[in-house]
């Protein structure tokens, strides 16, 4: 068995942290097929992935995993620059090709004006029909309708449940009354089936397309839904979360955003297929909850945008 | 009766969660399954479905829970909770119950006779796995799709050049010596040997012979995109002149939708040298080309079964077009059927879980009436010209706009369940379906057809109209799911079940005829 583990790519923030902290002490959190959460004294996750999943904030991509996955959850393991200590064994990190992968969002780019905002919205929405029911887009149907008309045919139970307060939600935000909308994101956050749930997915999307369009009280309104996220959600989605506020986001999740947010000739069908392909149906209420945060973006206005923060 | 199984600090992730609790509702007595994590709101969902119990109390969000409410007569949460746990090991089991070489040299090291890889990563990764593989001297299937044609001419001319088989890439079945490789059937070893560039047509093929009293020596997938003018028919041709070489085999059966006509050409001049007989059927192809290439054209894939076995028996080899019933009888069961509906019933419906039977519906049935799909015949009957909501459709529900994030409808019936539900109403007159058995299928996919039936029957049933169902299975009786029992589940809830596909789109299309014009 080779102790060299190849590493295809590091997220940037990990490389910081690595280069300036390391080693770092951690304990197994959570192995997955793909995927291995490392847990940091301060709850922050390290997830280690195989070639099969995507790069996510402090993420580590190797060629595989398969030499990791035998140890058991709570395991010690320390994560340095240039190595890896799990369960006893030792394994040096060949980083000599690796990609240095930043999450967040390249914000030098021609952000798109209000009706490309709307036009990309309708695109978006587009694609989300295209590709039928899956998670919180069976609601697609219902935005715009009053609660009485709504009526939920063919819903699901989790999205029966939570549609009205999820409207309600989105209503508050479009209208920029911000203290309302994080009182009820408590009604929200760690909803859904998943890991990951559905609702913070959706939330993750909205978080981060407010710091993309330079929101004025998008830090505040962020840093409040995460404060309200701890204890209500799990960790590894209250780490999402915690990234999402600074616009840190998964690859296929970045992308898309950007496609969303910037003048870009990117091709959407690609980049949401790739969105959609992560967890059983976090891409889609990802897509689902950029779909809302553009749709509020192009019903506020500067005046409102001020909004009723103090 | 409700109850609640807790895992304090336990993780699943979310796709094996929805596969699983979607079977745990499956069970006798279950009514609601909720399984996830105890997240604050999800706990108060529990509460708001009154299915609450003292198990959940304390648990934060890192815990799991499963709660069900079910009949405790039918079953019990000891038996909810194995359930869950084996399909859990089920899944797990494919990754911890033996040894899994984490690379392609670690496995040629575990096993150093092998000879054949089969690779199903997702589709950016696989064409350096086949390159590895061609060059460790390994013939590929290759199940993966998304794979570049590029990369597909570039990995069938290496493998060509190497004498080795590149089977795919989006290749769904081969039978290899006698192994089953992805989705196929269990067929008796024989003389017969396919070469197919459509999985569900190799399979209804082969399946048909079996029935026929024929056997395999070798089945041979392509991937369907070989007969296009840009790879050229590399992995067909390669695949026919292993067949001509191969000792057991006697017959050669070609299977394909229409190939681009310089690569018919060069199958065509390929058969006519081969010393052993040929039959063709290429959905469609022209069928003077493949006579005077001195080879046997098909007008179905239950006709080239027949021709293949005729050929081996020595036995006179003639067309097979009909249904397998005395007209007076089969008038009888298309009077009775047309008899059950209401004069405002005059859709037809198809919904195929494999791609290539669709195409020989949609090729049979398209010469009597208009039929839009997913999978037009031509591009102004795409399902997107369909104006309004009604009309005769037929759908491929295995292609990737349906099964993006969930399984193949031969794995799992629920994407086809829904269409039951949601296209299937009060103008529906008539409904086509396939069942594949196999390796690969779902464990009951006739089951899942005669409960969505069922619930079709009731629903019109409201409204004082019913329907007519036709089905066909594509298996035989040495499959893991049994083909009398299929049968006997689909007769029990009235459907029409007919011994092919062909014959399946012929008797739907008598009944249409009858439903359209009274004839």
Redesign the interface.
């Known amino acids: 068995m080779s102790n060299v583990l190849k590493v295809v790519t590091i997220a940037s923030d990990l490389h910081s942290l690595l280069t300036k902290s390391s080693p770092l002490q951690t304990r197994l959190h959570s192995v997955f097929d793909h995927a291995i959460n490392l847990e940091l004294d301060d709850s922050r996750l390290i997830t280690l992935l195989d070639k099969h999943r995507q790069i996510v904030p402090l993420g580590i991509q190797f060629a595989s995993l398969e030499n990791l996955r035998s140890v058991e959850k709570d395991s010690k393991v320390i994560i340095e620059a240039d190595g890896i200590t799990i369960a006893g064994l030792s394994y040096q990190l060949d980083t000599c090709s690796a990609e240095v992968w930043d999450p967040t969002l390249p914000l030098s780019r021609k952000p798109r004006s209000a009706d490309s905002l709307q036009n990309a919205a309708e695109q978006l929405e587009a694609f989300m029909r295209s590709k039928g029911s899956n998670g919180l887009t069976d609601l697609l149907s219902h935005i715009g309708e009053s609660q009485e008309e709504q009526g939920m045919v063919g819903a699901n139970l989790y999205n029966e449940f939570i549609a009205d307060t999820l409207f309600d939600f989105i209503e508050l935000l479009a209208a920029s009354n911000w203290k309302a909308a994080v009182l009820q994101s408590k009604k929200i956050i760690g909803f859904g089936p998943g890991l990951t749930p559905a609702c913070d997915d959706f939330l993750a999307a909205i978080m981060s397309v407010l710091v993309a369009c330079d929101i004025p009280y998008a830090p505040s309104f962020n840093s409040q839904i995460v404060s309200m996220a701890a204890g209500r959600t799990t960790s590894v989605s209250l780490n999402m979360l915690t990234h999402a506020v600074e616009g840190r986001l998964p690859r296929p999740y970045q992308q898309l955003l950007a496609w969303a947010v910037f003048e870009t000739d990117l091709d959407l069908e690609a980049i949401a297929e790739a969105a959609y392909a992560v967890g059983s149906s976090s891409g889609a209420d990802f897509s689902f909850g950029l779909f809302c945060g553009l749709r509020i973006l192009s019903r506020m206005d500067e005046t409102i945008m001020e909004g009723e923060f103090a | 009766m409700i109850k609640s199984v807790i895992r304090k600090?336990a993780?699943?992730?979310?796709?094996t969660?929805?596969l699983i609790?979607r079977e745990l509702s499956k069970m006798p007595g279950v009514e609601?399954v909720?399984?996830?994590?105890a997240?604050?709101?999800?706990l108060e969902?529990v509460e708001?479905?009154k299915m609450v119990t003292p198990e959940l109390d304390g648990l934060?969000?890192?815990d799991f829970f499963i709660s069900a409410k079910f009949d405790e007569t039918q079953t019990s949460i000891e038996a909810l909770e194995k359930k869950f746990f084996e399909l859990l090991n089920d899944k797990k089991s494919h990754?911890d119950g033996q040894y899994?070489p984490?690379?392609l040299s670690s496995a040629l090291n575990h096993l150093p006779g092998a000879n054949l890889a089969q690779i199903s990563?997702?589709g950016k990764?696989a064409a350096a796995e086949v390159e590895d593989a061609l060059d460790a001297g390994l013939h590929v299937m290759l199940f993966s799709d998304n794979v570049s044609i590029e990369d597909e001419l570039r990995l069938k001319q290496k493998a060509v050049e190497k004498g080795l088989l590149m089977m795919g890439p989006d290749c769904g079945t081969a039978i290899i010596n006698g192994v089953p490789l992805c989705f196929a059937n269990a067929i008796r070893h024989g003389k017969i040997g396919v070469v197919g560039a459509s999985g569900t047509g190799t399979q209804e093929v082969t399946t048909q012979l079996h029935k026929m009293g024929g056997g395999l020596s070798q089945v041979i997938g392509t991937g369907g995109r070989d007969l296009s003018e840009a790879i050229g028919g590399l992995m067909m041709i390669q695949g026919i002149e292993a067949l001509i070489a191969d000792p057991e085999t006697e017959v050669i059966v070609l299977i394909s939708k229409p190939p681009s006509p310089s690569v018919a050409d060069k199958i065509y001049a390929i058969a006519k040298s081969s010393p052993k007989p040929v039959v063709i059927d290429f959905i469609g192809g022209n069928a003077e080309a493949i006579r005077a290439a001195g080879a046997y054209p098909c007008l179905s894939f239950e006709d080239a079964a027949a021709k293949a076995v005729a050929l081996l028996k020595g036995e006179k080899v003639k067309d097979i077009d009909g249904i397998n019933l005395p007209e007076t009888e089969l008038e009888a069961i298309i009077d009775k059927a047309v008899a059950t509906l209401k004069p405002d019933q005059t859709d037809f419906l198809g919904l195929y879980t494999g791609g290539t039977l669709a195409d020989e519906a949609m090729k049979y049935l398209g010469e009597s009436f208009p039929i839009y799909s997913n999978i037009p015949l031509s591009p102004e009957m795409a399902i997107e010209h369909l104006e309004g909501v009604h009309g005769n459709i037929c759908l491929d529900l295995g292609e990737d706009?349906?099964t993006?994030?969930r399984p193949h409808p031969m794995i799992d019936p629920q994407t086809r369940t829904?269409f039951f539900?949601?296209h299937v109403d009060e103008k529906t007159a008539v409904l086509l379906v396939d069942v594949v058995l196999g390796y690969g299928s779902h464990e009951d996919p006739a089951g899942a057809v005669a409960d969505s039936v069922a619930e079709i029957r009731q629903r019109l049933g409201k409204v004082g109209k019913q329907i007519v169902v036709v089905a066909s299975i594509t298996g035989t009786e040495l499959d893991p799911q049994d083909l009398a029992s299929s049968t006997r589940k689909l007769e029990e809830q009235g459907i029409l079940v007919m011994p092919s596909n062909a014959q399946a789109v012929r008797l739907a299309d008598r009944i249409m005829q009858k439903v359209l014009k009274g004839v």
């Open positions: 600090n993780y699943y992730d979310s796709v969660l929805m609790s609601e909720l399984a996830g994590m997240t604050e709101l999800n969902l708001n479905l934060g969000p890192n990754s899994q984490p690379t990563v997702p990764y706009q349906f993006q994030g829904e539900v949601s």
